[in-house]
């Protein structure tokens, strides 16, 4: 089984990706385990948050959203109008931004960027197991 989400609009916002996440995790009830639902949750909604906040700031925008639960994973996939790769910034302890790769890279079991001819694509999966 599959559960599934997508939203593919001029404007997605943090707060439409996050619904989306809920949407699926919601559909995919019985598919999460049971004594990690919760968390798992709570780190897929951080890893959107950071994926749509990364190419809002740094890409001019989301122009397409999918969420799905397959394969022992919970994937997030963003992509945007943007071919340069994702990129970690040096920051100062203590400032404010630059940790969004940091956060998605030590909840997620793995990140995968891929670069098309209309822009990328960063696909996030946290792992079912």
Not at 35 to 55: C, F, I, K, M, P
């Amino acid at each position: 089984m599959s559960a599934a989400q997508a939203l593919e609009t001029e404007e997605i916002s943090c707060a439409d990706a996050r619904v989306a996440v809920r949407a699926a995790m919601a559909e995919a009830g019985r598919e999460l385990p049971r004594d990690r639902a919760g968390q798992l949750g709570e780190d897929a909604l951080l890893v959107v948050s950071e994926l749509v906040t990364n190419a809002l700031v740094h890409a001019g925008g989301v122009t397409r959203l999918e969420v799905d639960v397959a394969d022992g994973e919970f994937r997030l996939r963003v992509s945007d109008a943007s071919r340069t790769a994702p990129q970690r910034v040096r920051t100062r302890k203590g400032s404010p931004g630059g940790y969004g790769l940091v956060v998605i890279e030590r909840l997620c079991s793995r990140m995968d960027v891929e670069i098309g001819p209309e822009g990328k694509t960063v696909t996030a999966a946290l792992s079912l197991r």
